[in-house]
T-cell receptor, first 116, second 115 residues
């Protein structure tokens, strides 16, 4: 079974609009961490936002926020006021247990295209 | 600019060549990783080093040989690779303690092409 599921292979959004990228996960661990990364066509993986399983508040980082619904095991990324530079591949990832030296398991990714 | 530096950025090699990929970080991270990423796919874990010791090897073929000479450096030695090994190779590092909210930091990757 997939640990991380991203059901949207591709998404389009108008510039300056908000967009939600879906991510659901599967774990029986109580301690886990959820991450979102952005990968432009140049290849680098850019960390965007983190949510720990014990965090009660939804994480926010600038224009990025994470809609964490623990009971539903979902961790959707919301990008507000989309910019052309947001066009990229977005990966949801999880590590379980939530130790620093635990490798990440990635979803298949969602390609976001921002339209002017 | 990323805090994890990978060299070279691009590498083309024949199947009989021996080459090495290098990764360096100076953030004091004691966990370092190699991932392989094929086009339009997510990164897949190859190796994890924790305190300079190999802690995870995801059944990677022996033609890939990792090495961690010190806490800042991670190498991936390549020998007798196959065309299907052509991919983007990503290095990452992270703080190693439990409960850390710190993410893995990735380098820009090495794009490897096997002729």
């Amino acid at each position: 079974a997939q640990k991380i599921t991203q059901t949207q292979p591709g998404m389009f959004v108008q510039e300056k609009e908000a967009v939600t990228l879906d991510c659901t996960y599967d774990t029986s661990d109580q301690s886990y961490g959820l991450f979102w990364y952005k990968q432009p066509s140049s290849g680098e993986m850019i960390f965007l936002i983190y949510q720990g399983s014990y965090d009660e508040q939804n994480a926010t980082e600038g224009r990025y926020s994470l809609n964490f619904q623990k009971a539903r095991k979902s961790a959707n990324l919301v990008i507000s006021a989309s910019q052309l530079g947001d066009s990229a591949m977005y990966f949801c990832a999880m590590r379980e247990p939530n130790s620093g030296n635990t490798p990440l398991v990635f979803g298949k990714g969602t390609r976001l295209s921002v339209i002017a | 600019d990323t805090e994890v530096t990978q060299t070279p950025k691009h590498l083309v090699m024949g199947m009989t060549n021996k080459k090495s990929l290098k990764c360096e970080q100076h953030m004091g991270h004691r966990a370092m990783y190699w991932y392989k990423q094929k086009a339009k796919k997510p990164p897949e874990l190859m190796f994890v080093y924790s305190y300079e010791k190999l802690s995870i090897n995801e059944s990677v073929p022996s033609r890939f040989s990792p090495e961690c000479p010190n806490s800042s450096l991670l190498n991936l030695h390549l020998h007798a690779l196959q065309p299907e090994d052509s991919a983007l190779y990503l290095c990452a590092s992270s703080q190693e303690w439990a409960g850390s909210s710190q993410p893995q930091h990735f380098g820009d990757g090495t794009r490897l092409s096997i002729l």
